[in-house]
């Protein structure tokens, strides 16, 4: 790494022990009575004193540097390191304790969460990229990211967090080499939970710390929902059963149906809203130790009222609607939005949060320079979920008419334990050798099988409900709809069927259980070969089990259900191990170069897949058929010689039938063709606009092979090869006037299916392994003391993770032919920047950095889902953009400025995009964030954002009062509205519209005495209502929210 461009931080002199000992021999070694005092042994009475003339004085001498402690270090590195890093200490987290897990990310330029108010979890994305595997989640040094199955919305990466236990967070955009850092393909994101130093107040070797906090803008949500589980559902009011033993509460579709309560625009203290922390540390010479306990009780936040106008339609939805009808299209695509369902101000349910942890840690320091660290942490986290494709259908049909549905909770249990170990021997350049072994035991309950929540085994293969009292509820209960004739339906409740064997019990239908167990462990060590070249050499091993099952098993398959089964994550195993070595090299003082590479190599199993073919699961099956081909059909203009043949041989049919006819039989048949044109032109069955084109058979047209890879399906597209030129025309073709095409395209196409066999139907899936190499290498140059040039290039391969392994075999077709990954994705990113220390400029600043830099990432085999829900491998995806990073302090003033432009991020696939529009081949090769169906659709940052932050320090430094402002620029993809301009919507997962976001938040911090402090904080100060960038479920972010804290530390 670079030497630091910092100055002395907190400049500190320190007198050399000889100047202590010649101060002390300047006065007399004692007398009587202050040696009595002392307690200390006396001279004889008699001993004579030296002579002051032979005493030496020292110069003084002053030595200055500089400590860091843990957050500036992490600040400072920002600006020191090469790779593009933000950094958050616990000042910074706790400063703006944001409503959910993602909101740790606030303040991170260039760095989002998805779907952050739906989760309770992270999912970071960094330029663009997001999934799991692609940013690690480190906590601690545990890894525990999870794909969860959303439903039609498809997958989610979730990293759980208690932000309340968070001391630091560090983000590397961009893969590296960083030894002790869990690096991906786009970047990692590293957490530490609270140290020993976080709460023993300097000077001491004991504390003890108290943080509480209370909000505003919440209401605890109604739970009447707990009761519904273990009823008749015929006791329950407005409950009915449907298809399936699907029980529907009201007009909810299966949660509860709910008023929505208004909020107080941030002025209610309701203590609906609650945290506590309570934490304890010791540090000794031989050891330190920390124990903390964190509760944090959250319920549903109200939405913000300013701006909501913005959100009642869909704007480019709307425009490109618009369009699309004016050129004759057919309307229909969504235009109602999110402020209709969602009113300004209101409760946004499903959004409340209730977690509970344990943290113990602590380190044993033994004797030759080593060390053993320990961490534990256990969390419980129920939160509120919403079910994706429930509030996307409220919100466009309005039918639960101002209500909203209320759903049970999801749970998270997790344990995580880490195990470190440090031998750094003093004077030995060879050994700087950390080791780590970490365990992560995530559980999780969630109702998201893609089902209603609510059901009841009833009777029969359809599960059927008590038929006579469902009719009963739906004409005098709910009212009726059109659905239902409620002619012949008594007015009188009807007398209930016997609850036998609770055929009519209500369970969780859509429960959904996942076990995500993961153990590893990672190694470095760092040998100066020479005081200009360094060595570190590192490598880590993981292995994860994941296995689900959910209340649809050994049920009948539904349309709601089928996904669950057959395409959300399941149950498989997984392993990885690298090996990576680093080389930096500093040839002489203003260079540095670094070099080195990771080899990868991983399997993968799947463990359900497998066990459902053993037990012979009929759906599970090998299936026989597959596609291997797409067949297009067309029409040809005929010529003028085939016309005349043609006409031929009607004149010839005609003139025989006029031969053969008599009477009434030839007098009907004159009267409706009076002359052999009119017959031939009757006859012949395909003309359009009058021109005779060949009919629709079996030779008019060409098979595309497709093997479910799309791999060279544009060079063999007729239409776009030149082999079929449906814009070719013909001068006065067949006698009509004008240039006639010469081929039209009906629209139809078919799937054409090869049929196997030899296969076994119960074949066992095969592990699957790969193995790669990929280098790194960059350069700095220290221009100046204060100012350097770098260059970084960074390959990364990354494997598919156990979701794109265990489901890549199913598809909305599934065939025997595994659609899956059969190759890493290989990233190569490029980046140049430059970083300038302006103290010289500023001398009255203890802090001015500047920092710009330029990124381009290409990841080639880019791993997503097509249209079929298959996994596939497209083309690539790039990105590209300039990033911007800068600070200044002066001890009583600070800010800070960050920005990102992004300049490019799209997704490359020029047979995908053949494939989707064949004929007209209106979707381009490149297209902004992803292709339609893709989850890369959905990772699009916004094209500008900025983030500042104000401070200052009064009253000796004991007030502090700051400000926060951060802006994203609207969800702007024209390649998405031309998609909606010629119809091609495609709205399954189609990325939700939010306008520029302004939002605005303050804090203001007192330090009472040594041990009491009192933070007082305002998120959202202007109440907007708007939707968080990435978000995958439509829901508006949280109104104006007022925190008031206390932290007592003794």
């Not at 106008?309 to 699309?324: G, L, M, N, S, V």
């Not at 802090?847 to 710009?852: G, K, P």
Request: negative net charge.
């Amino acid at each position: 790494m670079p030497p630091s461009l910092h100055p002395a931080a907190h400049p500190f002199a320190l007198r050399q022990l000889v100047i202590f000992i010649g101060l002390a021999l300047s006065v007399p070694l004692s007398t009587p009575s202050n040696a009595q005092a002392a307690g200390a042994i006396t001279e004889p009475a008699d001993t004579a004193l030296p002579d002051n003339s032979t005493v030496t004085t020292l110069e003084e001498v002053q030595i200055e540097g500089s400590y860091e402690n843990r957050d500036e270090h992490g600040r400072n590195q920002v600006f020191d390191k090469d790779v593009v890093n933000v950094y958050q200490g616990k000042e910074e987290i706790e400063r703006y304790k944001g409503a959910t897990a993602g909101d740790l990310f606030k303040g991170m330029n260039g760095v989002y969460s998805g779907d952050n108010r739906n989760s309770g979890a992270l999912d970071p994305n960094i330029r663009g990229v997001q999934g799991e595997g692609r940013i690690p989640v480190t906590i601690d040094g545990t890894e525990q990211a999870t794909s969860i199955w959303m439903g039609p919305a498809g997958v989610a990466n979730r990293n759980y967090i208690d932000p309340n236990l968070v001391g630091s967070i560090m983000v590397e955009k961009g893969p590296s080499l960083t030894p002790g850092l869990k690096s991906g393909i786009g970047g990692a994101v590293q957490v530490r939970t609270l140290e020993p130093d976080d709460i023993i107040q300097p000077g001491n070797t004991f504390g003890m710390e108290l943080k509480t906090e209370t909000g505003t803008n919440a209401v605890r949500a109604q739970e009447n929902w707990k009761s519904l589980f273990g009823q008749d559902y015929r006791d329950v009011e407005g409950a009915y059963s449907s298809t399936d033993g699907q029980i529907n509460v009201g007009k909810s579709w299966g949660g509860l149906e709910v008023a929505p309560r208004s909020g107080a625009s941030g002025k209610d203290f309701n203590f609906d809203d609650n945290s506590f922390r309570l934490a304890m540390a010791k540090k000794h010479e031989h050891f330190d130790f920390l124990a903390a306990y964190s509760y944090r009780k959250r319920g549903n936040y109200y939405s913000g009222t300013h701006g909501a106008e913005k959100y009642q339609t869909d704007t480019w939805q709307d425009q490109a609607t618009a369009q699309f009808n004016a050129d004759g299209g057919i309307g229909g695509l969504q235009s109602n939005y999110v402020a209709n369902y969602f009113l300004p101000g209101q409760e946004v349910t499903n959004t409340s949060n209730n977690q509970e942890s344990y943290l113990l840690k602590g380190s044993l320091y033994l004797p030759h320079d080593q060390s053993i660290k320990l961490s534990y942490m256990h969390s419980n986290q129920q939160y509120g979920e919403s079910l994706p494709w429930l509030v996307s259908w409220a919100v466009r049909d309005e039918v639960l008419e101002g209500n909203q549905a209320q759903l049970p909770y999801s749970k998270v249990k997790q344990d995580t334990l880490n195990l470190g170990y440090s031998f750094k021997p003093e004077g030995n350049k060879y050994i700087n050798l950390n080791a780590n072994a970490w365990m992560t035991d995530s559980k999780s309950w969630r109702h998201q099988n893609g089902d209603l929540v609510y059901g009841i085994t009833g009777d029969g293969e359809y599960h059927s409900g008590d038929g006579l009292w469902n009719n009963h509820v739906r004409c005098n209960v709910l009212g009726g709809d059109i659905t239902i004739d409620c002619t012949d339906v008594p007015g009188t409740p009807p007398e209930k069927l016997s609850n036998v064997d609770d055929a009519y019990t209500i369970y969780p239908k859509a429960l959904q259980i996942s076990t995500h167990k993961r153990w590893g462990f990672n190694l470095s060590n760092t040998a100066e070969l020479h005081p200009r070249l360094h060595l570190t050499l590192s490598g880590d091993f993981t292995k994860e089990k994941l296995r689900q099952s959910d209340a649809s098993e050994g049920m009948r398959v539904t349309e709601l259900t089928w996904g669950v089964n057959h395409l959300g994550p399941r149950s498989g195993t997984r392993q990885q191990w690298d090996f990576a070595f680093n080389f930096d090299w500093k040839p002489v003082d203003w260079l540095q170069l670094y070099a080195g590479a990771r080899y990868s190599d991983y399997w993968s199993f799947d463990d359900g897949l497998a066990e459902k073919r053993a037990n012979q699961v009929e759906a599970y099956k090998v299936s026989e058929s597959s596609i291997t081909a797409k067949r297009y059909n067309y029409y040809r203009l005929l010529s003028d010689e085939e016309v005349s043949a043609i006409k031929a041989t009607s004149y010839a049919t005609y003139q025989s039938r006029i031969d053969r006819y008599t009477g009434t039989r030839l007098e009907n048949f004159l009267a409706q063709y009076p002359d052999a044109e009119t017959f031939a032109q009757e006859a012949w069955s395909n003309k359009i606009d009058g021109v005779w084109y060949t009919t629709y058979d079996a030779n008019n047209y060409i098979e595309v092979p497709y093997n479910n890879s799309f791999e060279g399906f544009a060079d063999n597209n007729p239409f776009l090869n030149g082999t079929i030129d449906l814009n070719a025309c013909t001068e006065n073709a067949q006698g009509q006037e004008g240039c006639i095409a010469n081929f039209v395209y009906p629209g139809t196409n078919n799937n054409v299916y090869s049929y196997a066999t030899d296969i076994d139907s119960w074949q066992q899936p095969e592990k699957k392994k790969g193995h790669a190499w990929a280098p790194q290498f960059g350069a700095n140059i220290s221009l100046t003391q204060n100012t350097r040039l770098y260059a970084r290039y960074a390959e990364f391969i990354r494997f598919p993770s156990l979701y794109e392994d265990t489901q890549a075999v199913w598809g909305y077709k599934a065939t025997y032919l595994a659609a899956s990954a059969s190759k890493p994705e290989h990233a190569y990113n490029w980046e140049v920047g430059y970083v300038h220390n302006l103290a010289d400029y500023f001398p009255s600043l203890e802090y001015a950095d500047f920092r710009i830099n330029y990124f381009h990432n290409t990841i080639h085999d880019y791993i997503d889902r097509d249209n079929t829900f298959n996994i596939v491998q497209f083309d690539k995806k790039k990105m590209t953009g300039i990033e911007l990073q800068t600070r200044m302090d002066s001890g009583r003033f600070f800010a800070n400025l960050a920005g990102t432009y992004r300049l490019k991020n799209e997704m490359c696939d020029r047979d995908y995009a053949s494939y989707l529009d064949p004929v007209q081949n209106r979707i381009p090769a490149c297209i902004t964030a992803g292709f339609p169906f893709s989850f890369s659709r959905t990772s699009l940052q916004p094209k500008y954002s900025i983030n500042l932050d104000v401070g200052t320090r009064l009253m000796d430094r004991k007030l502090e009062i700051g400000g926060r402002m951060t802006y994203h620029s609207s969800a702007n993809n024209k390649d998405e509205e031309a998609l909606a301009v010629t119809g091609l919507s495609y709205a399954v997962n189609r990325p939700y519209y939010w306008n520029p976001i302004w939002v605005f938040d303050a804090y203001a911090s007192y330090q009472v005495n040594d041990n009491l402090s009192l933070d007082l904080g305002i998120n959202n100060i202007t109440n907007r209502y708007y939707i968080d960038p990435l978000a995958r479920v439509m829901q508006p972010a949280p109104g104006r929210t007022i925190k008031a804290g206390l932290t007592a530390r003794f």
